[in-house]
């Protein structure tokens, strides 16, 4: 027999590093008596988060995939024993402005159950946090056949053994320059400075053997990261 709404009830972290994002969310699905959702903690970081949700033990974590400090995956990463746990598990859905190839496929294999974008209504929102934390996946519309796809298609492996050399702030900054953002650009979208990204194009460079950003570009164009 299925709960009413009245019964249904589910504790949530939201993550996301635009303080006023977050707000509209909290104002959006955070009346509790309404939606059955309770926002039991906020988080603007990665260090931030993981030190929330662990001491929260939310039942889903609203997770945005570009964070300070690492991204959405290195959360999901150091969250991974709370999402494998026996009893009740942490489940986390991803909620970004982002529908790239990487960011989606990096988050599903970092252990989030689903991941939709930021033009979601409120109501397919709570709908969504619901279904994930009863063991769902969910997708918004157009990426489900994308993921079903990416994961089923023989072309792409398992495990990209060049890109498991970035990190995943390395994986934001390529993704950004192959899409031809000025090194400008890609701080302010990142939050960090131009010598920053500077340092990172380098690194990126010298883990993949490349020697300006045109060959990057090519390369993330051919691994469909663009």
């Known amino acids: 027999m299925n709960p009413t709404p009245e019964e249904r009830r589910a504790r949530v972290v939201l993550v996301d590093d635009h303080r006023m994002f977050r707000a509209g969310v909290r104002a959006e699905i955070g009346r509790t008596e309404e939606s059955g959702i309770e926002v039991v903690g ?10 929330v949700i662990r001491a929260a033990r939310p039942d889903v974590v609203l997770l945005d995939v570009h964070l300070p400090g690492g991204g959405g995956v290195e959360v999901l990463r150091r969250c991974a024993d709370l999402i494998t746990a026996a009893q009740d598990p942490v489940r986390f859905l991803a909620l970004s402005v982002s529908d790239a190839a990487e960011d989606v496929i990096g988050v599903i294999r970092g252990g ?3 991941y939709v974008t930021k033009t979601i209504t409120g109501t397919d929102l709570v709908d969504a946090i619901f279904r994930v934390a009863e063991g769902d996946a969910v997708f918004s519309p157009r990426l489900a056949g994308f993921v079903l796809d990416a994961f089923a298609s023989s072309e792409a492996a398992p495990v990209d053994e060049d890109l498991d050399r970035l990190t995943q702030r390395e994986r934001e900054v ?9 090194y400008k650009e890609v701080g302010k979208e990142l939050f960090i400075s131009v010598k920053t990204v500077e340092s990172h194009v380098s690194a990126v460079l010298r883990k993949l053997q490349l020697s300006n950003r045109h060959e990057l ?3 993330a164009t051919a691994r469909r990261l663009v």
């Open 217 to 219: 570009t090519r390369w």
């Open 42 to 51: 906020e988080a603007g970081d990665a260090d931030q988060a993981v030190t």
């Open 112 to 114: 989030a159950r689903g």
């Open 174 to 182: 390529l993704r950004l320059i192959a899409r031809g953002y000025a």
